[in-house]
């Protein structure tokens, strides 16, 4: 199947900076990708959908200024948690969208922020 | 898109059929079925998809009602590997995850 990866996979960092992560997709080109958010013992909640050499897509409540979304390829695309705080504390999880419908996840970046 | 219902956790003996059952009436006629599943502290899972037939792979079964608005997918011989979060997802044009159901295979 198609593989998606993403770098880091955890990250710690502090309060008040800036972290970026990135997620590709390794074996095929994809014209859409989708960013999510989990909290422990929560499901997945979709944060952005980001088309290449176009803006991002925001969710209701996701604030676009502090999650800046950056599709420049159709192998890469980068979610930049700006300004962060531990309440931004979560595991985000990218996937990426074949034509059609099937859409195949990366492993995750574990963010702590103290 | 669709809501969808989920058990919110099932057992299952080892080596054993799993039917996972998901409700979505009102699933709209262009809407597909997925299926993924979460081991822990990993990426979802691409299991299975289906519009109105049902469908097979090397993964799963899925079997939806004629009227569509419910569906099982179906993991024909259960192993520990399996023990996950199942998602029953009704695809608009996007993945929106629902509280899905924790499958617990027991040896």
């Known amino acids: 199947g198609a593989v998606v990866s993403q770098h880091p996979s955890r990250v ?25 958010r989990q909290f422990p013992k929560q499901s ?3 944060m952005a959908t980001s088309n290449e050499g176009s803006k991002a897509t925001y969710e209701q409540g996701v604030e676009k200024d502090k999650f800046l979304i950056n599709h420049a ?12 705080h531990p309440e ?7 996937s990426a969208r074949i034509q059609g419908y099937e859409q195949y996840f990366g492993p995750g970046t574990r963010l702590t922020v103290t | ?19 996972l059952p998901c409700n979505h009436s009102t699933i709209s006629g262009n809407e597909y079925v997925h299926w993924y599943r979460q081991i822990h502290s990993q990426g979802p899972q691409y299991i299975i998809h289906g519009l109105k037939n049902n469908e097979t792979n090397e993964m799963a079964s899925l ?13 024909p011989h259960a192993t520990l590997r399996d023990t996950a979060v199942y998602y029953c997802i009704v695809y608009g044009n996007k993945l929106v995850f629902g509280a899905g159901t924790i499958l617990r295979v027991k040896s």
């Open chain 2, 63 to 75: 079997i939806i009602t004629e009227d569509r608005k419910s569906s099982t997918l179906i993991l």
């Open chain 1, 88 to 94: 931004d504390s979560s595991f985000y999880i990218c």
């Open chain 2, 1 to 19: 898109d669709a809501k969808t219902t989920q058990p919110t956790s099932m057992d299952c003996a080892e080596g054993r059929a799993a039917n």
């Open chain 1, 73 to 84: 390829s159709l192998t890469l695309s980068t979610l930049t948690v700006t300004s962060a």
């Open chain 1, 12 to 36: 710690i960092c502090k309060s008040g900076t800036s972290v970026k992560i990135e997620c590709r997709s390794l074996d095929f080109q994809a014209t859409t990708m989708f960013w999510y």
């Open chain 1, 44 to 46: 997945l909640m979709l």
